[in-house]
Nanobody, 127 residues
Framework: QVQLVESGGGLVQAGGSLRLSCAASGRTFGDNSMGWIRQAPGKEREFVAAISSSADNTYYSDSVKGRFTISRDNTKDTMALQMNSLKPEDTAVYYC????????????????????WGQGTQVTVSS
């Protein structure tokens, strides 16, 4: 089991920045590929970014590429999402998620493959 807790959400004006954090506990954090997924009201979940267990591979959706940066610190069992140049369309609940990929440092790009989820943190970007 891996327990995930997000923090750092809030209200920000368009063009501003926020940094989301995800703290993990339980099984070995370094064995897990991690991702950020968001869901806006009335919309389906949308994949945002992913990072491999060793942080040597990252992936970003086209909608956030160049604005968001995913990172992780395996010594502290944490993951972060730095969000810059925020837009109103970035408004959503942001979830961190994890899946065990022991022996492979790969990014997981299918939302349904993530096994562990946090409770989510709200990000609201005003225009």
């Amino acid at each position: 089991q891996v327990q995930l807790v997000e923090s750092g959400g809030g209200l920000v004006q368009a063009g501003g920045s926020l940094r989301l954090s995800c703290a993990a506990s339980g099984r070995t954090f370094g064995d897990n590929s991690m991702g950020w997924i968001r869901q806006a009201p009335g919309k389906e979940r949308e994949f945002v970014a992913a990072i491999s267990s060793s942080a040597d591979n990252t992936y970003y959706s086209d909608s956030v590429k160049g604005r968001f940066t995913i990172s992780r610190d395996n010594t502290k069992d944490t993951m972060a999402l730095q969000m810059n140049s925020l837009k109103p369309e970035d408004t959503a609940v942001y979830y961190c998620a994890a899946v065990e990929t022991v022996g492979e440092s790969i990014v997981v790009l299918t939302i349904e493959n993530y096994r562990y989820w946090g409770q989510g943190t709200q990000v609201t970007v005003s225009s």
